[in-house]
Nanobody, 118 residues
Framework: QVQLVESGGGLVQAGGSLRLSCAAS????????MGWFRQAPGKEREFVARISRSGSSTYYADSVKGRFTVSRNNAKNSVDLQMNSLKPEDTAVYYC???????????WGQGTQVTVSS
């Protein structure tokens, strides 16, 4: 099993930056691809970014491409999401998740709130 804990959320002005971190427990972190998702009030949870087990491949939603960067450190059991040029529409609770399959996610964190003011 993997336990995931996100941190780094907060309030930022439009155009600003935040860096989210996700700390994972367990000794098998490198066997999971990791993803970031977000859910805004009244909306469904949506995919933000994904990084492969080794970190060599990354994938992004079109809405964040060029502004967000996902990275991981398998030695430290962590995955980060660097968010630049933030927009009010990026306001949401952000979740990290661990995946053992190409499409599904097996474990989820509790989420961290990101609020972008205009």
């Amino acid at each position: 099993q993997v336990q995931l804990v996100e941190s780094g959320g907060g309030l930022v002005q439009a155009g600003g930056s935040l860096r989210l971190s996700c700390a994972a427990s367990g000794r098998t972190f490198s066997s999971y691809a990791m993803g970031w998702f977000r859910q805004a009030p009244g909306k469904e949870r949506e995919f933000v970014a994904r990084i492969s087990r080794s970190g060599s491949s990354t994938y992004y939603a079109d809405s964040v491409k060029g502004r967000f960067t996902v990275s991981r450190n398998n030695a430290k059991n962590s995955v980060d999401l660097q968010m630049n040029s933030l927009k009010p529409e990026d306001t949401a609770v952000y979740y990290c998740a661990a995946s053992t399959s190409p499409t599904g996610y097996d474990y989820w964190g509790q989420g961290t709130q990101v609020t972008v003011s205009s």
